[in-house]
């Protein structure tokens, strides 16, 4: 027990309540004396004037005895508590955003896809650049959208191959339905070749020939 720090606090918390001596003295039937050698840490109240001072100071027994204030401590600790809950609600709050802006994100990609597939005929290359940005859009939503559940990068960019195989796996195979199911050209064609009416289009898996092109005679097969 430190003395001296005991008659710190009550110096302190007579001062909070902007009273002197003489006058703290007078309300708890002692002298003013009593109270100058409590505050110096010369003599401690005693036990009887202790529940006084405790009821008077609106402080703990324990307190007076420690020399610490603990609801200081404890005022702090909420205020300290109080910040971390309010910086985790803002970051929930940034986070939900973030997710409803990644699901847009997912779904304005998938809205150019659709959009250039159905507006822009198969002979035209526009169609197919509209269709990759679209995807490309689509990835990136992706990508932040799963940044958020999984720390581990490996298993993200892992993820991230995987959307990119699955969405070239979509284009190839629409590609080729177009093609073979509704006799249209491919869209995804990396060459063509011009020849007395026919039009070579070459892709990654197949070759498709297209004979008498804007003709009432065009016909688009897929070569064997």
């Not at 198969?122 to 995807?135: F, P, R, T, V």
């Not at 689509?138 to 959307?163: A, D, P, T």
Request: proline share 2%.
């Amino acid at each position: 027990m430190n003395q001296q720090k005991i008659g710190l606090l009550l110096k302190t918390l007579r001062k909070e309540k902007n009273l002197t001596q003489e006058a703290l003295a007078e309300t708890l039937n002692v002298s003013s004396r009593t109270v100058s050698r409590w505050e110096t840490g010369s003599n401690m109240p005693d036990i009887s004037l202790l529940l006084g001072l405790s009821e008077f100071y609106q402080i703990s027994i324990p307190e007076i005895i420690d020399g610490e204030r603990k609801s200081g401590k404890m005022n702090q600790e909420a205020k300290d508590t109080a910040l971390k809950m309010a910086e985790y609600s803002k970051n929930k709050l940034n986070m939900e955003k973030m997710k409803i802006i990644n699901t847009l994100l997912m779904l304005f990609g998938i809205f150019i896809m659709i959009s250039a597939l159905a507006i822009f005929p198969n002979e035209s290359s526009w169609g197919s650049i509209y269709a990759i940005i679209g995807g490309f859009i689509l990835i990136v939503g992706i990508y932040f959208k799963i940044k958020s559940m999984l720390v581990k990068r490996n298993k993200r960019l892992l993820i991230i191959v995987g959307c990119v195989i699955a969405l070239f796996g979509v284009f190839t195979v629409s590609d080729y339905i177009a093609v073979s199911q509704f006799h249209q050209v491919p869209r995804f064609s990396y060459e063509k070749s011009y020849g007395e009416d026919i039009v070579e289009h070459k892709t990654l898996f197949y070759k498709v020939i297209q004979k008498n092109p804007g003709t009432k005679n065009e016909s688009i097969e897929i070569a064997k």
